[in-house]
């Protein structure tokens, strides 16, 4: 009688979690994310909450160094067949805790959100008179973390690559205290006009 009442009681306990639902959370979060500017955090949720019958209660929070830019978080909307919230946020530089919860923290994702300043250029490449025919060595000057963004060298706006117009090689990056040093060599100057650079995320 004990036995057969313990397996009902587990049978129970199954059938509860099973028609309360579980949400299954999953945060994301761009790549790159700049300091001071807007970004989206979403939280997706995989299962409806069976148990009232509705979509599943979903709360994003984030830390000290973020603040939200709406008064409210949006309700969960349903998207091929899972349920997502988005909250815009600003943060400061730096790494910074996102949680998503729901249903009472039943259900609870992390993540570990590195704010980076966003590039930016300090100098430009000084203007130089050569002959046609010479080698030139020019330089950009950027701010911000060169682990994200790369640097394109433009003439005629069409980006500079290896070929029969351009012979080029880019020498490393020269890291400074506030940005880093960015050269390219063109071996054998054949088309004058504006060379410039450009920071891409």
């Known amino acids: 009688m004990k036995c057969t009442s313990a397996l009902l009681l587990l049978l129970m306990i199954l059938l509860l979690r099973l028609y309360t639902g579980s949400a299954e959370l999953t945060l994301h979060a761009p790549q790159n994310v700049y300091a001071g500017e807007p970004t989206n955090i979403t939280c997706t949720a995989g299962v409806r909450d069976f148990k009232h019958n509705s979509a599943p209660r979903i709360v994003i929070s984030v830390g000290n160094g973020c603040t939200e830019l709406q008064n409210k978080q949006h309700k969960p909307e349903e998207?091929?067949?899972h349920y997502q919230v988005q909250l815009a946020i600003t943060?400061?530089?730096?790494?910074?805790?996102?949680?998503?919860?729901?249903?009472?923290k039943d259900e609870v994702d992390n993540i570990n959100l590195k704010v980076v300043k966003?590039?930016?250029?300090?100098?430009?490449?000084?203007?130089?008179?050569?002959?046609?025919?010479?080698?030139?060595?020019?330089?950009?000057?950027?701010e911000g973390d060169p682990n994200h963004y790369w640097v394109g060298w433009m003439s005629r706006n069409s980006i500079i690559q290896q070929g029969q117009q351009h012979s080029i090689s880019q020498s490393p990056s020269f890291k400074l205290t506030n940005g880093t040093m960015h050269y390219l060599t063109v071996h054998s100057i054949k088309v004058s006009g504006k060379y410039e650079c450009k920071v891409y995320s």
Do not use: A, Q
């Not at 400061?92 to 009472?104: E, K, V």
């Not at 966003?118 to 950027?142: D, Q, S, Y």
């Open 118 to 142: 966003k590039p930016k250029i300090i100098t430009e490449p000084r203007n130089i008179t050569i002959e046609v025919g010479l080698p030139v060595t020019l330089t950009c000057f950027v």
């Open 79 to 81: 998207f091929n067949g």
């Open 91 to 104: 943060c400061r530089n730096g790494t910074h805790s996102i949680d998503c919860y729901s249903n009472g």
